[in-house]
């Protein structure tokens, strides 16, 4: 988990917000003696290109990351802080997304989960899932193709293995039938 993740927004923000203060103030010292703005424009500010890229600079080297963006593409102290946020978000929405499809591969399939080399693969039965890879949407329509296909092979009575282990993932019993063995 990175320290970003361990943050709150808000605290996250405001962290961001010295960060960018600070690479501003480093890269343009006439602004010391003038009150810093963070909604003021940094050519407002005083800033022409070459600052824009010496702060950005400065910011990754601080923060120790890529800025993907073009130096352009940020207009004010704000616009920086903005962008950092979003980049922290993402990356919470990425350790989540991950997370969860690791617990869905373990759930669904369970002892038939394929797992060397960081692959997360259930290749037991066609359609083949793959947990990384695949999207949610090509993952559900798998499960539902699966779950039909084993259907119909318990109503025409002839379940295969495929079909076997779906009703133990399941626990499909047939109706009136206790759920407890005797």
Do not use: W
Not at 95 to 108: G, P
Request: with cysteine; charged share 25%; net charge negative.
């Amino acid at each position: 988990m990175t320290e970003a993740s361990t943050l709150s927004a808000l605290t996250y923000r405001e962290r961001m917000a010295g960060v960018v203060r600070d690479a501003v103030l480093d890269t343009m010292p006439h602004l010391k003696d003038r009150q810093y703005d963070p909604t003021q424009t940094l050519v407002d500010m005083g800033a022409d290109y070459l600052d824009h890229i010496e702060i950005l600079m400065e910011i990754e080297e601080c923060l120790q990351l890529e800025i993907a963006e073009d130096a352009r593409a940020f207009k004010s102290p704000r616009d920086i802080e903005d962008y950092l946020v979003r980049l922290h978000e993402q990356a919470d929405l990425q350790e989540d997304n991950k997370l969860l499809r690791q617990l869905l591969a373990h759930a669904y399939s369970g002892s038939h989960l394929y797992m060397d080399d960081g692959e997360l693969q259930d290749n037991f039965t066609a359609p083949f899932i793959d947990y990384r890879r695949d999207s949610v949407v090509s993952i559900q329509a798998t499960m539902q193709t699966r779950g039909i296909a084993a259907l119909q092979e318990i109503q025409l009575g002839t379940p295969t293995q495929v079909a076997t282990d779906e009703i133990r993932r399941f626990q499909l019993k047939p109706q009136g039938t206790s759920t407890q063995e005797t």
